[in-house]
């Protein structure tokens, strides 16, 4: 009997050309993940997308899920996958997407972009005051992955110093001047003009970014957030910024999320937010980047090979 496979990542004609000859022979079902249903979800051996992970407490006949996603927190839920259900996710397709999205809201914030923009919304002609460099500046990047590291190139070339962290000791990325434990954060955040977070929503990071993580940045320092929401805890962030203690923050994620209307960080003039659209496909070259990656797994799967980006 022919596995099935449900495709909910939006191809082209000719990435679907490519993804039928690596499933060699299996049955394909392209669908637009609103017009999906659970019935679906149940009765596929593959599945190439983000589903909603719920539907997926009910998918017996599911092996393998690949999620267009670079993270997976969601879908590591107890009870979500079966034991048997093998998991990857799209990592090393983002990394180009976000961190320029990240790079432009922090030149915006260093130059004040972001309250001109208001201004001219209001039709008022004004000068908000001294404005930084990234030149000679001091930036920590939390998470020294594909995201952080393009990031840190960005950075290096305008005259950055670029210390990366991470959990782990590793080879320091030629983009980085350093790369530091995250036990070494105490020390390193009086210094830092800048604090770029790309990390993961894990049992460690969640709610990292505090009240005291915060008053431990050098004050006028900028914090960016273009991981997870909730590594970041935002109320206390909004008390940073409306005491002065931070110069500004820009977040692409958030947390809640998507942001209630009445939320006090809207009108913070200080904070700059984007509604979490840096990692989607926006940018073409990144659909690209996930459809390769799927499309190698699927080759992978049919020929009983180990995955790639396997998550469980």
Known sequence: MKKKMLVVIPMTSEQKERLEEAAQGMEIIYEEISRISKEQVKEVNVILGNVPPAWLQEARNLEWIHLNSAGSDPYMVPGI???????????????????????????????????????????????????????????????????????????????????????????????????????????????????????????????????????????????????RGDVVCTEDLCDALEQGHLAGAALDVTAPEPLPKDHRIWDIPNAFVTPHISGSYHLAETLENVVNIAVENVRRYAKGERLRNLVK
């Not at 996958?81 to 320029?100: D, F, I, N, Q, R």
């Not at 460690?204 to 050098?218: N, V, W």
Request: aromatic content about 6%; proline content about 3%; some cysteine.
């Open 81 to 227: 996958l079966e034991p048997h259900t093998l998991l990857t996710c799209s990592t090393g397709a983002y990394g180009k997407a976000v961190s320029e999205h990240m790079f432009a809201m922090l030149l915006a914030m260093q130059k004040k972009l972001h309250l001109y923009r208001d201004d001219q919304k209001q039709h008022i002609w004004s000068d908000h005051g001294e404005v930084t460099s990234i030149t000679n500046s001091l930036i920590l990047v939390l998470g020294a992955g594909d995201i952080g590291t393009h990031f840190a190139a960005m950075a290096h070339i305008l005259g950055a110093y670029v210390i990366g962290m991470k959990r782990s000791p590793g080879v320091c990325p030629e983009a980085m001047d350093e790369l530091r434990n995250m036990d070494d954060l105490e020390t390193l955040l009086p210094k830092a003009d800048v604090v770029a977070s790309f990390l993961p929503s894990t049992e460690e990071t969640r709610g990292m970014i505090d009240k005291q993580f915060l008053g431990r940045m050098k004050e006028g320092s900028l914090l960016l957030n273009g991981g």
